[in-house]
């Protein structure tokens, strides 16, 4: 069972800046797409941010220049950089990766995975 565990949540002021971390517990997951999406309370979850293998971008236009995604493909890590934040960030985030499994040459298994998600509260 290949789990995406995420880490970094907690509670800012606005202006404030925090690191979240999603991390894929299997060597052997092989993630193509990674991505951060986020739910607040009363909407529906959103697409954040987004890089593929090839290390393309997509970062969604109200967090454009205050965001970052990253990743270490060594790690199997995809990291959100959130810097200048606002109380209208302030949502539960999930980490999402597409990837393929690999039990050998002959078994290999696509998998769409989610993270059990991490609460970013950004209040004064």
């Known amino acids: 069972q290949v789990q995406l565990m995420e880490s970094g949540g907690g509670s800012v002021p606005p202006g404030g800046s925090l690191r979240l971390t999603c991390v894929a517990s299997?060597?052997?997951?092989?993630?193509?797409?990674m991505a951060w999406y986020r739910q607040a309370p009363g909407k529906e979850r959103e697409l954040v941010a987004s890089?593929?293998?090839?290390?393309?971008?997509y970062v969604e236009d109200s967090v454009k220049g205050r965001f970052t995604i990253s990743r270490d493909n060594a790690k199997n890590t995809v990291y959100l950089q959130m810097n200048s934040l606002k109380p209208e960030d302030t949502a539960v985030y999930y980490c999402?990766?597409?990837?393929?499994?690999?039990?050998?040459?002959?078994?290999?298994?696509?998998?769409?995975?989610w993270g059990q998600g991490t609460l970013v509260t950004v209040s004064s």
């Open positions: 890089i593929s293998s090839d290390y393309s971008i």
């Open positions: 999402q990766a597409n990837g393929i499994l690999v039990f050998s040459i002959e078994d290999q298994r696509y998998l769409e995975l």
């Open positions: 299997k060597r052997n997951f092989n993630p193509k797409a």
